[in-house]
């Protein structure tokens, strides 16, 4: 079962597939799963035959298990579940400034249980945000240290390959014994793009950062000053 994400805050609507057209619905059930303190709420409605799921509230980092059971035209009874993880994507760089990839783009990249696999070091069964944002923040540094040479950092706008290299650099640094030989492989074609960005061989389509003055096309300036000696000086 594929697992749904969503924002602690977010009231998300989710459409069930039955086998057949719906015509009322029996029961909808909410199960926490691992524990945690946050209530999660969900209605569910039938739109020209089809069950709509409206989940809301729920804490950063629970899951629930809903099972909506509904009435299908022919007269049969029939359930779907949905697999619901509360995963907060926000988060900041430690200076400032807008992050390249949100952790709902990486959970989505690379799947929610990979996620829990990598982070989880308690065995809660959920996500260490921590230690996630960490392995961004470093990644994205990794990163704007080459793009800084051809353009103005941080980005004002993330073209696809850069959240696809900083992703990649973050994967590999959740496992700080070593990644596993495709994870591997994976960041170091990442930095070998950045390196290809830097040299300039690939183009991001973003303004290219204007280059420092150097010495020689520094202008000269002359500030006027005040004379040296007083005038009763003058032939001494």
Request: charged residues 20%; aromatic residues 6%; hydrophobic residues 45%.
């Amino acid at each position: 079962m594929l697992v749904q994400l969503k924002q602690p805050a977010e009231a998300k609507r989710l459409q069930l597939d039955f086998p057949g057209a719906a015509t009322a619905v029996q029961a909808v059930l909410i199960e926490r799963q691992g524990g945690g303190d946050g209530t999660l709420i969900a209605t569910a409605e039938i739109v020209t035959g089809t069950v709509v799921v409206t989940v809301s509230a729920g804490l950063d980092g629970e899951r629930y298990l809903v099972t909506v059971r509904a009435e299908l035209a022919g007269g049969e009874t029939a359930e779907r579940e949905i697999d619901l993880a509360i995963v907060d994507g926000a988060w900041a760089m430690p200076g400032g400034g807008t992050p390249y990839l949100s952790i709902a783009d990486f959970v989505g990249r690379f799947g929610f249980e990979e996620t829990v696999r990598m982070t989880d070091g308690d065995g809660s069964g959920r996500i260490d945000r921590a230690l996630l944002v960490a392995a961004l923040a470093d990644a994205q540094a990794i990163a704007d240290g080459y793009l800084a040479i051809r353009y103005q950092v941080p980005l004002a706008s993330v073209p696809p390959i850069v959240g696809m290299i900083v992703a990649d650099l973050a994967r590999a640094r959740l496992y700080p014994r070593g990644a596993p030989e495709g994870i591997a492989d994976a960041a170091k074609l990442a930095e070998q793009r950045l390196k290809s960005i830097q040299a300039g061989t690939m183009n991001l389509g973003l303004p290219i950062a204007p280059a420092p003055a150097t010495a020689e096309e520094a202008p000269i300036v002359f500030v006027p000053g005040k004379r040296a000696y007083p005038d009763a000086l003058e032939g001494y």
